[in-house]
């Protein structure tokens, strides 16, 4: 069965412009959440959705970042413009609402802001 | 809140030592317990998961024991290998029916080096 797939694996970018990464969840998973992660502050949630439905984006470092998710199979994380301070690795995860259930991740996107 | 607590690394080790990592939490209620390994360029992986009190999780060697008098869930394992290094995560979920939609409260991780 496929995981979760995350694309971009890698991305490098100058400083200002925007970025898109994108999301595709297992199917049949009814939430995802969006992580960052760096040596600083090790693994962060950002947002998270159920049935495509943003439920807390506490996480979500400003207003230049912002996250959708049109439908059950796709998602994107998106900053606009981007800063050298949100080079980090993201990662998408999905999963089942349910006791015991994990979540899923994918092999993440590298991003580097130059 | 909830919150997870793991001992502080990094692990050095040598092959086929013991090793015991450390996890405590504090939660309302009964969460799921789970153990997340990430070995480099790579996503998190769920190496292992209880349920409720007293359960066992195990996978590739791996155990650890979910303790509600200790709040506690320690990975164990018995004679680690080189491939075992990688970055160790403890984690816990919210009970059925609340409100957090499977979101998970992730400790800070561990880094496990496993010399020859």
């Known amino acids: 069965d496929a995981g979760v797939i995350q694309s971009p694996r890698h991305e490098v970018t100058e400083m200002g412009q925007e970025v898109t990464l994108r999301c595709k969840p297992i199917?049949?998973?009814?939430?995802l959440f969006w992580y960052r992660q760096t040596m600083m502050r090790g693994l962060e949630l950002l947002i998270y959705?159920?049935?495509?439905?943003?439920?807390?984006d506490s996480g979500m470092p400003e207003d230049r970042f912002s996250a959708k998710m049109p439908n059950a199979s796709f998602s994107t994380l998106k900053i606009q413009p981007s800063e050298p301070r949100d080079s980090a690795v993201y990662f998408c995860?999905?999963?089942?609402?349910?006791?015991?259930?994990?979540?899923?991740f994918g092999d993440g996107t590298r991003l580097s802001i130059l | 809140g909830n919150s997870v607590t793991q001992m502080e690394g990094p692990v050095t080790l040598s092959e086929e030592a013991f090793l015991t990592i450390n996890c405590t939490y504090t939660?309302?209620?009964?969460?799921?317990l789970f153990w997340y390994v990430q070995y480099p360029g790579e996503g998190l992986q769920l190496l292992l998961k209880?349920?409720?009190?007293?359960d066992k999780g195990s996978n590739k060697g791996f155990e650890a024991t979910y303790r509600k008098e200790t709040t506690s869930f320690h990975l164990e394992k018995g004679s680690v290998q080189v491939s075992d290094s990688a970055v160790y995560f403890c984690?816990?979920?919210?009970?059925?029916?609340?409100?957090?939609?499977?979101?998970?409260?992730f400790g800070q991780g561990t880094i496990l080096t496993v010399h020859p």
């Open positions: 995860a999905t999963g089942m609402r349910g006791a015991g259930q994990p979540q899923h």
């Open positions: 199917s049949g998973h009814n939430s």
């Open positions: 959705f159920n049935n495509n439905v943003p439920i807390d």
């Open positions: 939660a309302t209620g009964y969460p799921s």
């Open positions: 209880a349920t409720k009190a007293d």
């Open positions: 984690a816990l979920s919210d009970p059925y029916g609340g409100t957090s939609y499977g979101k998970l409260t």
